[in-house]
């Protein structure tokens, strides 16, 4: 655990003592990744004889555990994960990211009797600031919203249907909100769609990609409850009758998966990150000038969300209501998106000048 929780050699001579037949970096990365610290274990499967070689390198250059209780070793621990694998600045976002797990395996050795405390909690580092807000960059205007699902349907030709049975899955990013993996996990149990006004998505599963090595089934995508809820939680999202609409055409022309799930990738399997990814890239080429396309306008599937809360909060929309149909706290919504609320000011103003008005 001492040399995974490095994330490379480089800047970690403190786990690693020197010792002759070093393997390179990226073979390190790859068999502690890939062999070390996944189900089932090095020792429960035959492996190559590279990986075995590499592994039991690692073994024995890794230093004590015990030597994370020296504040520099510590220290110097905490400062490596500020650098890729090229030596290069780490994003703050995955700064956050690493040492947390680190935090985290280092509380289990403490419930294992290996520390008294957790020895990197008491250490004075200076952590990334990590941005909190939505850059306003990001965010579509309805007509570029528009523009952009409907460039979704060209993508792979008609015949082959790779955008278009993608286009409903986009269109709940932007008409109702929903989280990437939200949209993924989506079922027609989980819809009301009727002929005419507005719907409900009752939300209870998201379907996140993280790969076969790391999913209790084996499958590479997680089955999990709702962002940061209980397991059993639901969230009730009313959509609008645009998004009503295409759910239901979606629904005539592709039907559903076997298990009820709207959205299939062509195979029909669960709908990888890689897969929409391309798509959208592919769209946005299509439906945005140049200049649009090198921007940072919609560059990803996710910022369809922040396009739909910032114009949510810019309609005038009480925020406790934009918080609950998105699954944060008004607190967080508010933060995230307060570079992104144009002309707030004057709806509030103009609210209360009427509200005095009535009482003159």
Known sequence: MVAESSSSTRGC??????????????????????????LPGPDERELPTEIANTLHWVAKASRPLSDLGDAAIGRAVLDSLKLKLDGTAAAAETVRRKRRTLVNALH????????????????????????????????????????????VSYVGGYGRARGRRLVGLFACMYYGALRPAEAVGLADADLKLPEVGWGTVLLNRTR????????????????????????????????????????????????????GRLFTNERGGVVGSSTYYRVWQEARALALPPAAVASPLAARPYDLRHSALSTWLNSGVDPTEVAE????????????????????????????????????
């Open 108 to 151: 289990y050795a403490v419930d294992l009797g290996e520390f008294k405390e957790n020895p990197i909690t008491g250490i004075r580092w200076k952590k990334p600031k990590v941005a909190g807000e939505v850059d306003p960059r990001v965010v579509a205007n309805p007509a570029q919203a528009r523009s952009l699902l409907t460039a």
């Open 325 to 360: 149909r998105a699954g944060n706290s008004v607190e967080v919504l508010l933060s995230r998106y307060a570079k992104c609320i144009d002309g707030r000011q004057e709806i509030v103003n103009r609210k209360i000048e009427e509200l005095l008005r009535e009482y003159e």
């Open 208 to 259: 996140p990609s993280v790969g076969k090595q790391w999913t209790d089934s084996g499958e590479t995508h997680d089955d999990r409850g709702l962002k940061n809820r209980p397991a059993e939680e639901v969230r009730l999202v009313p959509i609008p009758p645009q998004l009503v609409a295409n759910l239901r055409q979606h629904l005539d022309t592709f039907g559903t998966a076997e298990d």
């Open 13 to 38: 001579d403190c786990l690693l003592d020197e010792r002759p037949g070093q393997p390179s970096e990226e073979l390190i990365r790859r068999a502690l990744r890939n062999w070390a610290f996944v």
